[in-house]
């Protein structure tokens, strides 16, 4: 296996190297430790912070952002787009609401990210 990724848990943006079998990767090319982490999470775990928008009634905007609360796993993120796509919420809304509440059981949940 070799795989190159560009790590995104800090600024410095390290262009990593994979080799090695996927249980025990080889990580070359990563200035810190979190670049490793990242490196072995992306290739057995990948996971994603979703963000989007919803319909919102009773305002002045027809849509309101929302996010996860956290990252979840990358293989839902078309299935949590159609749920949130069809999600409408009532004004008034504030930041932190929760939209949808623990997607497909991973305990992640869709909030509201602004006042409206």
Same mark, same amino acid.
């Given at each position: 296996?070799? @795989?190159?990724?560009?790590?995104?848990?800090?600024?410095?943006?390290?262009?990593?190297? /994979? @080799?090695? !079998? #996927?249980?025990? #990767?080889?990580?070359?090319?990563?200035?810190?430790?979190?670049?490793? =982490? $990242? =490196?072995?999470?992306?290739? %057995?775990?990948?996971? !994603?912070?979703?963000? @989007?928008? *919803?319909?919102?009634?009773?305002? /002045?905007?027809?849509? +309101? #952002?929302?996010? %996860?609360? !956290? =990252?979840?796993?990358?293989? $839902?993120?078309?299935? /949590?787009?159609?749920? /949130?796509?069809?999600?409408? +919420?009532? @004004? #008034?809304?504030?930041?932190?609401? *929760?939209?949808?509440?623990?997607?497909?059981?991973?305990?992640?949940?869709?909030?509201?990210? !602004?006042?409206?």
């Amino acid at each position: 296996m070799k @795989s190159e990724l560009i790590c995104i848990t800090c600024p410095m943006g390290c262009r990593l190297s /994979i @080799s090695g !079998r #996927p249980d025990e #990767p080889i990580v070359e090319g990563n200035k810190c430790k979190r670049g490793i =982490a $990242y =490196a072995k999470d992306e290739l %057995t775990n990948p996971i !994603r912070m979703i963000c @989007s928008t *919803v319909k919102i009634s009773g305002g /002045i905007h027809t849509i +309101v #952002p929302v996010k %996860t609360d !956290r =990252a979840i796993p990358e293989k $839902y993120k078309f299935q /949590i787009m159609k749920l /949130i796509n069809g999600v409408e +919420v009532q @004004s #008034p809304v504030e930041m932190g609401d *929760v939209v949808l509440e623990n997607v497909f059981d991973t305990g992640v949940n869709v909030v509201v990210t !602004r006042n409206m």
